[in-house]
């Protein structure tokens, strides 16, 4: 028994052990630094997240940039136009000027290469088609803000410089103006001069009108203010070479048939607008415009209190009671001797000025019309001549047009 422990005991402390090779894992490292110290409670960690990222504000709308994003990214062209009272602004649509230019210009034409398979006639010319028509949006902008509507028969003859209004109804009634073949004997047929033909006497009407004129004239004593005779000198004829300039300017467009606005007796001076807009004329010359017109009349004789009472009291003209808007003595001046009196009146009534002051008890040596409405006869404007008004000026006399 002894002997076989001992064989045992030697057989196990001389043979080799059988080892089992196993793999080996890595474990993650944990830093414990901030743990706390004590085992029992459970681990926390501090943890922090970063704050996310502001989202970009949608920045404003730029009026230069190339898209409008309302729009659909519809590119967007700003405009720099001169106003009506002279100074430029930024405006984000097309001038009217030229919207108007654009629509009345001639059907551009454009050419485009014929391409065919077998590329024949190489040499011959590209064809010519006609540019595209434009969409029924900008035809119908066209039509209601600056294509003219069909005008009576008796407007576009004195528009087209035949007659005044009323002689052209009598060369109408007169059957002398035919419309497309036919005679026409009433003045308010309304025509176009652009489509339909037109013959007065036998002479074909122009298709173009000529330009609208708007013209201030310093008038000189010894003028009337209509076409006159042989005998008497018409303001019309200071606009002699003026109209020689405006035919030469606007080459086969016919000659404008001016008129005055109102007139003034022969003896007056001052200011005198002339035109041959018939709706401008019509317009500032209605009692309902109460346009004041401004006088400085030259008194022969002293001037007293009771002068000036007399004349602010008024009197009567046509079987109307007229009265001044004001009266006003100016200060004397060393190179006008005379007194000079300031009358604004808005009636407008035949020689009313000139009554007033003669019912005052007072005589005139002269008188001058220095202003109507809100327009002032230019101080260095000379006698006899004149100045082409502009917008500004128009809507000072209170026309809209």
């Known amino acids: 028994m002894a002997a076989t422990v001992a064989s045992l005991s030697s057989s196990l402390l001389f043979s080799k052990p059988s080892l089992t090779l196993r793999p080996f894992r890595t474990l993650p490292r944990i830093i414990t630094s901030s743990l706390p110290s004590s085992s029992s409670s459970p681990p926390q960690f501090n943890i922090s997240f970063a704050p996310p990222k502001p989202k970009p504000k949608p920045s404003e709308p730029d009026p230069f940039s190339d898209s409008d994003p309302e729009s659909g990214g519809q590119l967007i062209i700003p405009w720099i136009v001169r106003g009506e009272d002279g100074n430029l602004k930024l405006q984000m649509h097309p001038p009217a000027r030229l919207l108007h230019a654009t629509a009345n210009s001639d059907t551009a034409t454009t050419t485009t290469k014929v391409t065919k398979k077998n590329k024949i006639n190489k040499n011959k010319s590209s064809e010519v088609v006609p540019k595209s028509n434009y969409s029924k949006a900008a035809r119908r902008f066209y039509n209601d803000n600056f294509k003219d509507p069909p005008q009576r028969l008796s407007k ?63 008038k000189p004593k010894g003028y009337i203010c209509s076409s006159g005779d042989k005998e008497s000198k018409s303001v019309l004829s200071l606009f002699d070479d003026y109209l020689k300039i405006l035919d030469k300017r606007n080459s086969g467009v016919p ?26 004329a019509q317009q500032i010359s209605h009692p309902s415009a109460n346009l004041s017109k401004e006088y400085i009349a030259v008194i022969d004789g002293d001037v007293n209190k009771r002068h000036l009472i007399a004349i602010n009291d008024g009197t009567v003209i046509e079987g109307v009671h007229c009265t001044p808007d004001s009266v006003e003595l100016l200060p004397r001046q060393p190179d006008i001797p005379r007194p000079r009196l300031r009358i604004v009146v808005h009636e407008g009534r035949k020689h009313e000025v000139r009554e007033l002051v003669k019912n005052a008890g007072l005589e005139i040596h002269s008188l001058k019309r220095v202003r109507i409405g809100g327009f002032r006869l230019p101080s260095d404007l000379g006698i006899g001549k004149h100045i082409e008004l502009k917008q500004s000026h128009l809507k000072a006399l209170g026309w809209k047009s």
């Open 255 to 280: 000659k404008p048939r001016l008129f005055t606005v109102g007139r003034l007796d022969v003896a007056t001076t001052g200011l005198i607008i002339v035109t041959n807009d018939g709706d401008f």
């Open 156 to 218: 576009v003859l004195a528009a087209a410089g035949v007659a005044s209004r009323r002689s052209s109804e009598e060369l109408i009634f007169g059957g002398k103006v035919t419309v497309n073949g036919s005679v026409c004997n009433t003045p308010q047929t309304r025509v176009d001069p652009a489509k339909d033909i037109i013959y007065v006497n036998g002479n074909r009407l122009p298709k173009k009108q000529p330009p609208k004129v708007y013209l201030a004239l310093n």
